[in-house]
């Protein structure tokens, strides 16, 4: 360990004003921590690209499986200081970018979501300079990359950065902040110097209609829990220029029984909440835990925790095979629901930490079934200090605990998808986003990590340097109304790249003699599969036409689209017909006469342009001569 920390101090010692660094756009580099800062790559090596000012993390895969390599493709928002322009970002498995936007302002949580039928990115935009939330809007992209809808809350408040979640019934689900007053006596006392005391940044959601912009429903925190639930030290916040950040929602999901799980990341809790009433039906974690951990505190200890989910045991049908068999495969049984919770779990906030590392967890929660009489009085919501205090009714257990091998700890941000399994006799896998450190895993199930993916080295982590707030894996298939970008070098490479694009496959370079032409005009000279986001198509050695372009292929060779023509100039042309000349069998004697021809036609425009600018200057001569001077009077 002390090993680690003084090359970390070094490096920071001798590298301190390299942050980043281009490493090409083929990218063979594959650089170990202390190799990138020994040759100089900074804390965020990169790929530069030809046909586009857009950039790329360099990865660094050092745990990989053929499990991950499917129609899935990563989809997250790098972001931190070594990243000039930060914006949304789709790479393939292999860390290829596929997609790539800037933004004015930051943006967050870019994942794909389903509207009526249709597949959409959406993606935050906004000022997160309040530090750990925001204000500003989410944005709808269909698959041509083209906006279509702008969700913003309502009451006169902004979308925060934290979630937006599409429900099947149309509504988005919104996280919201607000500077709101309320009674702070119980954590501190204020001097008479300070104006505005008393305020907070209250959290809350909204479900709004997306088609007709209605808010269906709201949820605020105050109105539910005490301000001395809080884990945050107030320290001298809570006026209305600097609110008290007591709660800190980050996650927000609505069930198939029409009520909505919630996360607060500074009351250590995840609270289920009734769809109706807004009352809280259960509490998982913090002080006021409702559930008997099975597991001696080790199920309920998670703190600063990020994404909490709600799944069922059959999207791990080989985990809870023994399981299944005995209760059957339905969440509800006899006015009991038992069903899976998944977090990512930061233990850490700030200096402050709980556990040496974060890690991904999976539980498994045990409470009345919601929509039924309770058999007993609820619980009273109190604290509580001992297992044995809890109702039995309520019972919480590890299921896994999904831990990397390097230990990072994730002071802020992270995330936990569940991947579904396309056989459905097969367990879901699990993708982990470190959040503040810039790194994302996938597991097996049982916890078996398959393949871990950086996008800055180690020496990044805790600094702020290389960060996503989240990271997703989706199916996801772009075809951009943008065509495709060409790009002709000096060093005799066409280059071309299509920005969003899934399904090319290849490419083919076409020329033809004159533009504009009919497209049966066009002729190809060569085919060239893809190759990563950008390819180089080599043509030093072809006879090139004046004009050229590029067309994308997919797998079975249709044309997808087609990039703008490039003109060659027209030296390119005459140096094709000369090429063609020589490889036509023509007799010499007829050779040197073509040749002859064509210095004569050079030599007639010669003298006629000679000719042509002599008698030019001869008449303005001749016409300055015929000026009568003042001089001259």
């Known amino acids: 360990m002390m090993k680690g920390l003084t090359a970390l101090a070094l490096a920071g010692l001798f590298h301190g004003s390299t942050i980043a660094h281009d490493v090409g756009a083929e990218a063979y580099f594959d650089p170990g921590d202390g190799e990138a800062w020994e040759l100089n790559y900074g804390y965020y090596p990169y790929r530069s690209y030809q046909t586009t000012d857009l950039i790329s993390p360099q990865f660094r895969t050092l745990v990989d499986s053929p499990e991950c390599h499917d129609d899935r493709h990563v989809f997250f928002t790098p972001r931190g200081f070594s990243i000039e322009a930060p914006g949304p970002m789709i790479v393939d498995s292999h860390g290829d970018l596929i997609w790539a936007k800037s933004t004015e302002g930051q943006a967050y949580d870019l994942t794909v979501q389903e509207y009526k039928g249709e597949q959409y990115l959406t993606y935050w935009v906004g000022d997160d300079r309040v530090r750990g939330h925001g204000a500003g809007d989410y944005y709808m992209l269909n698959t041509g990359y083209q ?4 969700i913003s809350a309502l009451n006169g408040m902004a979308a925060d950065l934290h979630e937006l979640v599409i429900t099947p019934q149309g509504t988005a689900l919104l996280t919201v902040y607000e500077v709101y007053q309320h009674d702070l006596s119980e954590l501190r006392n204020f001097e008479d110097w300070e104006e505005d005391p008393h305020y907070v940044w209250d959290s809350l959601f909204q479900e709004i209609d997306i088609e007709t912009n209605e808010l269906l429903f709201q949820w605020r925190a105050s109105d539910h829990y005490s301000i001395n639930e809080t884990f945050k030290s107030i320290g001298g916040t809570g006026t209305k220029n600097d609110p008290f950040d007591w709660y ?3 996650s927000v999901e609505k069930d198939e029984f029409d009520n909505y799980l919630i996360s607060a990341r500074y009351t250590h809790t995840v609270t289920y909440i009734n769809g109706t009433s807004g009352d809280i039906i259960w509490v998982l974690g913090g002080k006021r835990n409702m559930f008997k951990d099975l597991d001696g505190g080790f199920a309920t200890n998670f703190a600063w925790q990020h994404d909490a989910r709600l799944h069922s045991k059959t999207e791990f049908p080989e985990l809870f095979r023994d399981d299944i ?5 339905d969440k509800e049984k006899n006015g009991v629901t038992k069903q899976l919770v998944t977090l990512f779990d930061n233990s850490a906030e700030d200096i402050e930490h709980t556990l040496d590392s974060s890690r991904g967890l999976m539980l498994e929660v045990t409470y009345p079934s919601a929509h039924l009489p309770r058999t007993q009085p609820a619980v009273d919501l109190v604290r509580r200090n001992a297992a044995d205090a809890q109702d039995d009714q309520y019972s919480v257990k590890i299921i896994r605990s999904y831990n990397h091998p390097q230990g990072p700890l994730s002071s802020s941000q992270g995330s936990l998808q569940v991947l579904p399994s396309e056989d459905d006799q097969k367990d879901s896998k699990v993708f982990v986003g470190y959040g503040y450190n810039a790194l994302f895993s996938e597991y097996s199930a049982d916890g078996t990590l398959l393949c871990d993916n950086h996008f800055a080295t180690n020496y990044s982590w805790g600094r702020g340097e290389v960060q996503s707030y989240r990271a997703f894996k989706f199916a996801w298939t772009g075809r951009p109304v943008d065509p495709p970008t060409a790009l002709l070098s000096s060093d005799g490479q066409v280059y071309v790249s299509w920005n969003g694009a899934t399904e090319v496959k290849g490419w083919t370079l076409q ?3 004159t533009f504009p032409a009919a497209e049966n005009a066009w002729e190809n000279v060569l085919q060239i599969d893809k190759t990563g986001f950008e390819t180089a198509i080599n043509i030093e050695d072809e006879e090139l036409l004046r004009y050229i372009r ?6 079975n060779g249709v044309m997808l689209g087609v990039s ?6 027209w030296s390119a042309g005459l140096a094709s017909s000369m090429t063609q000349l020589n490889t036509v069998d023509v007799a ?13 036609i050079l030599f007639v425009l010669y003298e006629l342009c000679r000719r042509l600018f002599t008698w030019r200057q001869t008449r303005k001569w001749r016409q300055r001569r015929g000026i009568r001077l003042p001089s001259d009077a």
């Open 147 to 150: 906006e279509v809808h702008k």
């Open 248 to 250: 800190h929602i980050n």
């Open 325 to 329: 068999a005995l209760f059957g495969a």
């Open 511 to 513: 020329h033809t003699r």
């Open 550 to 555: 590029v067309k994308a292929v997919d797998q």
């Open 564 to 569: 703008r023509e490039i003109d060659m100039g």
């Open 588 to 600: 010499p004697i007829k050779l040197i006469m073509l040749i002859c021809v064509n210095v004569i």
